[in-house]
T-cell receptor, first 111, second 112 residues
Framework: QKEVEQNSGPLSVPEGAIASLNCTYSDRGSQSFFWYRQYSGKSPELIMSIYSNGDKEDGRFTAQLNKASQYVSLLIRDSQPSDSATYLC???????????FGGGTRVLVKP | DAGVTQSPTHLIKTRGQQVTLRCSPISGHKSVSWYQQVLGQGPQFIFQ???????GRGNFPDRFSARQFPNYSSELNVNALLLGDSALYLC???????????FGQGTRLTVV
């Protein structure tokens, strides 16, 4: 079992709809979770951090964390073509000295 | 404020050569980490440095080495390059070791 797993996609979403991305992780001791957005040929950009169970909203993005079920999700509301990118879930190691990334979910927002 | 800066942005090397990649963290950040990303995969952890000391090493061969300088900038060295070392090399900066990490634009290394 991989440490951090994501569906590779592509997740095709009509413009204006909600895109829902999921990530599962294996380390029950993980305390913080990050979502990065990566456009093709570019580097990852941090878009959300979440540390506590429940929801965290930032603009059109909502991160949801359920530590008991070991999953973290990202919702993108009112999806725009500019949201078309690969979204990476990242979880720090126990010593906090590395991030373990999932393989990323590719999102395509169609006008 | 300047973000994380990496140099060079692109590099082409021949098998067997050596390469040095450079990274300057965000001002005030003391931790630098290096990642390798091959096409279609998430970044893979190579090294983390904090206050000039190595705090973590990923599953990479000894051909990979790094260091951090007193000004917190960092270098990643790769010796005896292989074709499989072709990848995007990413530097990430964070205030301390387990806080949010911000990436530079990356160095695209091509080994021919």
């Amino acid at each position: 079992q991989k440490e951090v797993e994501q569906n590779s996609g592509p997740l095709s979403v009509p413009e204006g709809a909600i895109a829902s991305l999921n990530c599962t992780y294996s380390d029950r001791g993980s305390q913080s979770f990050f979502w990065y957005r990566q456009y093709s040929g570019k580097s990852p950009e941090l878009i959300m951090s979440i540390y506590s169970n429940g929801d965290k909203e930032d603009g059109r993005f909502t991160a949801q964390l359920n530590k008991a079920s070991q999953y973290v999700s990202l919702l993108i509301r009112d999806s725009q073509p500019s949201d078309s990118a690969t979204y990476l879930c990242a979880v720090p190691g126990a010593a906090g000295n590395k991030l373990t990334f999932g393989g990323g979910t590719r999102v395509l927002v169609k006008p | 404020d300047a973000g994380v800066t990496q140099s060079p942005t692109h590099l082409i090397k021949t098998r067997g050569q050596q390469v040095t990649l450079r990274c300057s963290p965000i001002s005030g950040h003391k931790s630098v980490s290096w990642y390798q990303q091959v096409l279609g995969q998430g970044p893979q952890f190579i090294f983390q440095y904090y206050e000039k000391e190595e705090r973590g090493r990923g599953n990479f061969p000894d051909r990979f080495s790094a260091r951090q300088f007193p000004n917190y900038s960092s270098e990643l060295n790769v010796n005896a390059l292989l074709l499989g070392d072709s990848a995007l090399y990413l530097c990430a900066s964070s205030f301390v070791v387990d806080t949010e990490a911000f990436f530079g634009q990356g160095t695209r290394l091509t080994v021919v």
